[in-house]
């Protein structure tokens, strides 16, 4: 019997405020191709808006899926097409919440559960919310079953700083808190820093839990802030390790002509001609012009892909660069006068490579929505 393949998983989730983005579709159509260039197979998102079938319909052709579910409040998307989703339980248009399954070629791999609970200032609503999900028995079973893979992840709307001493938080159920404390582990723990921030406001609001039992296959966490035109919450992440007897590669390069508009690529493209331009024209003489033509073509499309590969290469390793710069800033300052001094430059830089690594895809896949 062959033994199966390791593989891994990448969830993500983002509070997408308001995703439709109605006074704006070119920041929406910016925001989708970012997420959807993301590298994430399953991205759970919160306030979509997507309130009716025109927007659902458009959401569904920009982010280019075959496997969805959307509520007006919430949406999990698998930008993998080997990853299909399936509810759990019937979802309403209205729920603020979404519970569905993970299938790999009809296994079922994982169970994520999608919150976006009430605000803050609604804590009657907000403790009714939580008390539905443990209330509802095909939920509650699947999210205590000790051999069931299950996230729970979203907006929960609520920090653990003002946690009391004996553990219970205002406006959320005990039983709600005791079931994350008994069968689930944070995935970020100490390590994740505010997922929310507004001018001088800003709080831990956004978790990913994973069943604890599953806890140690997780083997990567991330937060990334995102570009402040399209959401006011960061990206968190995880990488879920399991078992995969098959296996699928991976998907076909395309170059980017959005690079005709790149001064150096003009002049290194320039200088690339001038250095093999007395080679081509010695062999106009002894070959035919076709297979000469021919030649020139090949070697320009050799620089463009090298060319295409360094120049999105270092915006990516530059945005990186950037987000690990953001996060230390986080971790050794905590007053607010110091963050606003230091955290505005860098997040402006860090929205500004996200725009162009999303520019850049949307012209290479060569489609205007």
């Excluded at 994973?210 to 035109?229: G, L, Y």
Aim: charged share 20%; net charge positive; glycine share 4%.
């Amino acid at each position: 019997m062959t033994s199966p393949r390791h593989t891994t998983i990448r969830i993500a989730t983002l509070n997408c405020r308001g995703l439709k983005k109605t006074n704006n579709p070119q920041l929406r159509k910016q925001f989708i191709r970012s997420l959807r260039k993301s590298h994430y197979d399953i991205i759970c998102l919160q306030e979509t808006h997507a309130n009716d079938s025109t927007i659902i319909n458009t959401f569904n052709m920009q982010f280019q899926t075959k496997s969805r579910i959307w509520t007006s409040h919430c949406g999990i998307i698998s930008n993998n097409d080997k990853f299909t989703l399936s509810p759990v339980v019937p979802s309403n248009s209205d729920d603020r919440f979404i519970f569905a399954s993970i299938q790999l070629d009809d296994t079922i791999i994982a169970y994520v559960l999608n919150l976006y609970a009430p605000a803050s200032g609604r804590s009657r609503a907000k403790a009714n919310f939580f008390h539905s999900l443990i209330t509802r028995a095909p939920i509650y079973d699947i999210l205590v079953h000790p051999s069931l893979t299950t996230f729970i992840l979203g907006d929960f709307n609520y920090s653990y700083n003002s946690r009391s001493s004996s553990g219970s938080l205002q406006g959320i159920p005990n039983e709600w808190l005791q079931l994350l404390d008994t069968f689930y582990t944070d995935c970020f723990q100490d390590s994740k820093q505010v997922t929310w921030h507004r001018g001088d406001l800003s709080s831990t609001i956004d978790f990913i839990f994973c069943s604890r039992p599953s806890s140690p296959f997780i083997t990567e966490t991330d937060q990334q802030f995102i570009n402040t035109h399209w959401t006011d919450h960061d990206l968190l992440s995880i990488r879920y390790q399991f078992a995969d007897v098959f296996g699928k590669g991976p998907g076909v390069f395309k170059a980017n002509p959005f690079l005709a508009k790149n001064r150096l690529f003009r002049q290194a493209l320039t200088r690339h001609l001038d250095s093999f331009w007395p080679h081509w024209e010695q062999q106009l003489d002894t070959h035919p012009k076709q297979q000469v033509w021919d030649d020139i073509k090949i070697s320009i499309l050799t620089f463009v892909k090298r060319f295409q590969i360094e120049e999105i290469n270092w915006r990516r390793k530059e945005l990186k660069r950037h987000q690990r710069k953001r996060n230390q800033i986080l971790r050794q300052y905590k007053h607010f006068n110091i963050l606003s001094l230091l955290l505005p430059s860098i997040e402006t830089r860090i929205g500004k490579l996200q725009e162009e690594i999303s520019e850049i895809d949307i012209l290479k896949a060569g489609k205007y929505w």
